[in-house]
């Protein structure tokens, strides 16, 4: 479980002027859930998912990672939190330590001491995954923007860590591969029921990705603006606009023909109705 306890981050940039990023937010996500973060520009969402992994410190209350403190005095708790959080970003560039894709992906588990077999096999599936295996022998540096954040999710997912934190990794890749990541990412979901439960938090700025998730939190100005089932959330499309949100368009076509008193119930009619 991950636990915030009233939790506030004061940046303190150049000019000496203090800036509340995280303005006294508590929630818990529990194991096996799936929850995506939305908000405008600046709202805190980055400083949130920095938070939960020793990236960052809160100024005041409390950030844990299961029963574990993340806290700026406990450098060994700081690298176990580092093991069971996952975070890819959305610039990769800063990530990668190796010389070739393929020793990108495998440097997390070499370090585990994994069996070589297994090793290959995992890494064997993270680059058909990611549409990877032509570039296997290439250094990150030559890949394309696409590529390097495809090399990035893969390096985090191959570790199989027990939270995912994706701030935003969509941003750079292309339809096809936005796809494939949110497939991934289903995977682990599903996987997490019957299995290990994961949990996955996924910051984006797409409302139609919120929908694969089950919780949907909205952040302004470093408050919980709205937290609840992401089918219900987005169909409020007044207080979603005051958040810069705009609903996924099957929703705005169901909000606007029910203001036409449409006999519809739910979104999933609108692909049901003869009327239509
Ligand atoms: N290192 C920093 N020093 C000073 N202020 C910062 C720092 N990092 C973030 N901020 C400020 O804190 C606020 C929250 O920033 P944060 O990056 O968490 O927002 P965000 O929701 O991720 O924004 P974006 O949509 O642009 O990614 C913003 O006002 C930002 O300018
Ligand atoms: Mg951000």
Redesign the pocket.
């Known amino acids: 479980m991950l636990t915030f306890d009233d939790v506030t981050v004061v940046?303190?940039?150049v000019s000496g002027q203090a800036?509340t990023?995280i303005d006294g937010i508590s929630l818990r996500i529990r194991p096996g859930e799936f929850v995506t973060i939305m908000?405008?520009?600046?709202?805190?969402?980055?400083?949130?998912a920095r938070l939960c992994n020793g990236l960052i410190f809160s100024t005041s209350g409390s950030v844990c990672v299961d029963d574990v403190a993340v806290r700026p005095d406990d450098p060994k708790a700081i690298l176990e939190i580092r093991r069971r959080v996952g975070m890819v970003f959305?610039n990769p560039d800063h990530q990668f330590v190796s010389t070739t894709v393929e020793r990108e992906i495998a440097f997390g588990l070499e370090n585990l001491g994994m069996e070589r077999e297994v090793m290959r096999a995992r890494v064997a599936e993270m680059l058909a995954r990611f549409d990877l295996e032509s570039a296997r022998m290439k250094a990150p540096h030559q890949l394309s923007g696409g590529q390097k954040q495809r090399l990035a999710i893969a390096s985090v997912l191959v570790m199989q860590p027990r939270y995912l934190i994706f701030d935003?990794p969509a941003a750079v890749l292309d339809m096809r591969h936005r796809r494939a990541l949110m497939q991934a990412m289903l995977d682990l979901f599903h996987h997490a029921s019957t299995n290990t439960p994961h949990t996955l938090i996924n910051?984006t700025q797409h409302p139609e990705e919120a929908l694969f998730s089950n919780r949907l939190i909205v952040?302004h100005q470093?408050k919980i603006a709205l937290d609840g089932p992401p089918e219900k959330l987005l169909l409020q499309e007044d207080p979603l606009a005051r958040f810069d949100i705009r609903p996924p368009v099957e929703f705005s076509a169901f909000i606007r023909l029910k203001k036409n008193k449409f006999p519809l119930t739910s979104v999933d009619e609108l692909f049901l109705s003869p009327i239509l």
């Open positions: 940046y303190n940039n800036k990023a908000g405008a520009n600046g709202s805190g969402k980055t400083t949130f959305q935003e910051i952040l470093g």
